[in-house]
């Protein structure tokens, strides 16, 4: 099990992660989902003990292995941790040689180096590519390639920054494909970063939120950075601008902030309701996804994109198509600010 | 402009005819460069790598350490290095003064700094990104660096020929510590500031000439070493 704790990172003196607790846990899939700048990327070099955390520690199987007081990790706990990053590089060399790169330094014997690097060029289709360099290649193939040659040395866990980011569909499609089947095989953990919820979904156990370096309490859907105003119009209760439209929320917080509406809280209707809801939003239903079993995600226009969460039954009742109307009602004291 | 024209022929008929005092001296200050420029580069590089990937506590006024004295004048160096190598210094009893092994530690000691900073330089041009990649595949230490180097070869490889090119040049410590003996400590650079001196235009123009040859000689099989430049 690969375990964050306590840990505190910052980068000339700006926190840019700030987690109690994150964990990988054996076999596991969990996407991280975040915007750009939301500390993603530090999380998982962090996690891959390539960088060493300024408070806190990373603990592999409960031994810790990098931490503020602890040496720099050694290549031993490395070798059970692979990291593709979200815009990878190949080393000097032909393709083959970056795949076969891992192998060897573990010592692995020749015949058998051949055979691994062979079947993982197969099962990613970059078989091809074997004998080309890597100003020969595309960004999307240098992803896939990076991708292989971090399967080609079978870590416990494999963590992929925006692994298709550079991938068109199909190509994308075989990339998941070949993690799938290579979970299927053997115990791999893997942890994905990525902006795009559909893919996290698609495919992993556990999808974690991040935004301003913290994991967001709730789940990752309509995430708002926001600007809280200093006094309250009522109490507790603050109407925060976001986007076009203002969202009620009751907090005593003040300036920056994030605040999260949770899929599960919103109401959805063709009509508006009469209710206590502070929040009451009319827009047009632009996607339904059936990410979960039984359970439908309502993606609508109300100014910005807002995303429900509603079982099929209903979702079939309230008779929603895309382009179809939509009202959202959500109560002030469901929006949550952190 | 005659005498130009009359020290080019003396050269070239110096060079040709296997004159054996040109080539001793030449022979003397290839022995010389390379031996310095193998330590200068051996310490050099290392130090240069752990500047430049290392964080470690003054390692910004080691640099800067570094950087100064690249600007160190020869023979301020030759200098020092004679009150430590005479008779009376902390390492007379070694009895270097005026031998080639004090002129290998003066440009040992001029050319370590060249070393260090540029291969700092060099590698801190080096994508962030490959040595991550080399650590994450589960090399050590060593194998992470070798494989930076291996990014980095064009611009090392330029260290090596600007350490080798400073020391084959310099003269203020090679003087000063060498004493421009005959057979014995007189270098390309010593012997054409003796022979100008002297109005021997000729030979001090022939030297010269095999000092360029000398540069151009390690600069082409530093490129032959490099190999075609594969990405």
């Not at chain 1, 199987?61 to 941790?81: E, F, L, M, N, T």
């Not at chain 1, 209710?275 to 109300?302: E, I, K």
């Not at chain 2, 570094?66 to 004048?73: C, I, S, Y």
């Not at chain 2, 235009?201 to 490129?223: C, K, R």
């Amino acid at each position: 099990m690969l375990e964050l704790l306590g840990v505190r990172h910052r980068y000339d003196g700006r926190v840019v992660l700030d987690i109690a607790r994150f964990v990988v846990a054996p076999g596991s899939g969990v996407a991280i989902v975040g915007p750009n700048g939301s500390g993603k990327s530090t999380l998982l070099r962090l996690l891959a003990l390539l960088e060493r955390p300024g408070e806190g520690e990373v603990r592999l199987d409960g031994v810790v292995v990098a931490g503020a007081k602890a040496p720099r990790a050694g290549a031993s706990p490395r070798r059970r941790i692979t990291l593709v990053e979200q815009r990878p590089v190949l080393l000097r060399g032909t393709v083959r040689e970056n795949l076969e790169f891992g192998l060897r330094v573990r010592g692995i014997r020749r015949a058998e180096v051949t055979r691994k690097v062979e079947d993982v060029a197969t099962r990613l289709a970059i078989a091809a590519l074997l004998p080309r360099r890597r100003h020969e290649l595309s960004d999307g193939e240098v992803q896939r390639v990076a991708v292989a040659r971090a399967l080609a040395v079978e870590p416990d866990v494999l963590l992929l920054d925006e692994p298709a980011s550079s991938a068109d569909r199909a190509a994308a499609q075989t990339l998941y494909r070949a993690l799938a089947e290579e979970r299927a095989r053997r115990p791999l953990a893997v942890c994905l970063a990525s902006h795009q919820l559909e893919d996290a979904y698609r495919w992993a156990d556990d999808v974690r939120a991040l935004a301003e370096g913290k994991l967001s309490p709730v789940t990752p859907e309509n995430l708002f950075r926001v600007e809280l105003p200093a006094g309250a119009s009522g109490g507790d209760l603050k109407h925060v601008c976001v986007g076009p439209i203002e969202i009620a929320a009751t907090t005593d917080k003040t300036g920056p902030a994030i605040l999260a509406v949770p899929p599960t809280d919103i109401f959805v209707s063709r009509e508006p309701l009469t209710s206590s809801a502070r929040n009451v939003f009319l827009g047009r239903v632009t996607r339904l996804t059936h990410q979960r079993p039984g359970a439908v995600h309502v993606t609508a226009d109300v100014g910005v994109e807002l995303v429900a969460v509603v079982t099929e039954e209903a979702a079939r009742d309230l008779g929603l198509t895309p382009g179809g109307p939509v009202v959202f009602s959500f109560k002030a004291s469901a929006v949550r600010v952190f | 402009m005659d005498f130009l024209g009359e020290g080019l022929r003396r050269a070239v008929a110096l060079l040709v005819s296997g004159d054996g005092e040109v080539y001793g001296i030449a022979l003397l200050t290839l022995r010389i460069g390379l031996i310095a420029t193998v330590l200068a580069c051996g310490l050099g590089i290392p130090v240069g790598f752990v500047l430049a990937t290392r964080p470690f506590w003054g390692r910004r006024a080691a640099l800067t350490v570094v950087n100064t004295a690249l600007a160190f004048p020869t023979v301020v160096v030759g200098l020092l290095l004679y009150g430590v190598l005479s008779r009376r210094g902390p390492l007379g009893g070694l009895e270097w003064l005026y031998t080639w092994q004090a002129i290998v530690v003066g440009d040992v000691l001029l050319a370590f700094p060249i070393a260090a900073a540029l291969a700092a330089a060099a590698v801190q041009g080096v994508d962030p990104r490959i040595r991550r990649t080399a650590e994450t595949l589960g090399a050590g230490r060593w194998r992470t660096a070798w494989t930076v180097a291996r990014e980095a070869r064009f611009a090392l490889a330029a260290v090596i020929t600007t350490a080798f090119g400073h020391v084959v040049a310099e003269i203020g410590s090679a003087m000063t510590v060498g004493g421009n003996i005959r057979g014995q400590t007189r270098t390309l650079t010593t012997a054409v500031a003796l022979y100008t001196s002297q109005g021997d235009f000729g030979l001090a123009l022939a030297l010269g000439v095999i000092l360029l040859l000398l540069a151009l000689l390690v600069n082409v099989a530093l490129q032959a070493l490099q190999g075609r430049g594969h990405a």
